[in-house]
């Protein structure tokens, strides 16, 4: 179940990271949405943040911002889960 929902979070930061990443090519220009792309979302993030009022985006970057926090506190709660490879009572 909490590997469904992971999808479905992750799917969603991925719609939200798409958003804003052309909202950066579209006003910072090429290189800035190519940073964004190499660096894997996380100056796009905070490039979003840096420009939500003046674009509009604020709760494109409000949601994205909690399926972040979600995502952790998942991968926290399901880290707990794994034994990698070694079992827990031999």
Do not use: Y
């Not at 800035?32 to 604020?58: K, V, Y």
């Amino acid at each position: 179940m909490l590997l469904i929902l992971a999808w479905l979070l992750n799917l969603g930061a991925l719609i939200c990271f798409v958003i804003v990443l052309i909202k950066q090519f579209q006003n910072a220009g090429v290189v800035h949405g190519i940073i964004g792309i190499i660096t894997c979302s996380i100056w796009t993030f905070i490039w979003g943040w840096m420009n939500a009022g003046r674009l509009n985006i604020r709760n494109i970057m409000m949601i994205w911002s909690l399926i972040l926090v979600v995502c952790i506190i998942l991968g926290f709660i399901n880290g707990f889960n794994f034994s990698f490879g070694t079992p827990a009572n031999p």
